[in-house]
């Protein structure tokens, strides 16, 4: 079982549904998870980060962590064209490397 | 300020050839990672520096990969002999410190070995 998992997709969505990506890790010492946002062509950048449990939100985008169900989520409101991308999202702990999920690419059609 | 900076941006090469990647990180980090992207096997680290010493690189697939580090803003990933099966996109990147702390990445390298 690799120790983070994402559902590929893809993902189509119609411009502004709420969009719901999650991911799944094994390792209960991870602490830090981090969703990056991969545009075609380019490099992944850091879209959110949260450490430990709880929620974060940051304009339109809002990182979950459950730490006892080991669920990572992220959701985007009112989606818009430009979010289409692939999104990673990324997990460790105070031992070891950030552990990154394969992506799921999201699509919003407008 | 600028980003990592990698090149070459696209490689097309034959099998048998030797391939050098190229990476110029973010000045002021102290860590630098390479990865792999492929469809198959998602985001994967290769191998990674801290103060241009090679730390771990139990990510390299074989014999084959070799990656330097000779100075603090310059390192290269070199395959050789290349093979098709290491045709992916080859990321470098950088970070001030190491645990949770944001990594930045370059554009990629996009490689295709025929």
């Known amino acids: 079982q690799k120790e983070v998992e994402q559902d590929p997709g893809p993902l189509s969505v119609p411009e502004g549904a709420i969009v719901s990506l999650n991911c799944t890790y094994s390792?209960?010492?991870?602490?830090?998870f981090m969703w990056y946002r991969q545009y075609s062509r380019k490099g992944p950048e850091l879209l959110m980060y949260?450490?430990?449990?709880g929620n974060k939100e940051d304009g339109r985008f809002t990182a979950q962590v459950d730490k006892s169900s080991k669920y990572i989520s992220l959701f985007i409101r009112d989606s818009q064209p430009s979010d289409s991308a692939t999104y990673l999202c990324?997990?460790?702990?105070?031992?070891?490397?950030?552990?990154f999920g394969k992506g799921t690419k999201l699509s919003v059609k407008p | 300020d600028a980003g990592v900076i990698q090149s070459p941006r696209h490689e097309v090469t034959e099998m048998g050839q030797e391939v050098t990647l190229r990476c110029k990180p973010i000045?002021?980090?102290?860590?630098l990672f390479w990865y792999r992207q492929t469809m198959m096997r998602g985001l994967e680290l290769l191998i990674y520096f801290n103060n241009n010493v090679p730390i771990d690189d139990s990510g390299m697939p074989e014999d084959r990969f070799s990656a330097k580090m000779p100075n603090a803003s310059f390192s290269t990933l070199k395959i050789q002999p290349s093979e098709p099966r290491d045709s992916a996109v080859y990321f470098c990147?950088?970070?001030?410190?190491?645990?949770?702390?944001?990594?930045?990445f370059g554009e990629g390298s996009w490689l295709t070995v025929v």
């Open positions: 990324a997990s460790g702990g105070s031992q070891g490397n950030l552990i």
């Open positions: 390792n209960s010492a991870f602490q830090y």
């Open positions: 000045s002021g980090h102290d860590y």
């Open positions: 949260t450490y430990s449990s």
């Open positions: 990147a950088s970070s001030f410190g190491q645990r949770g702390n944001t990594i930045y």
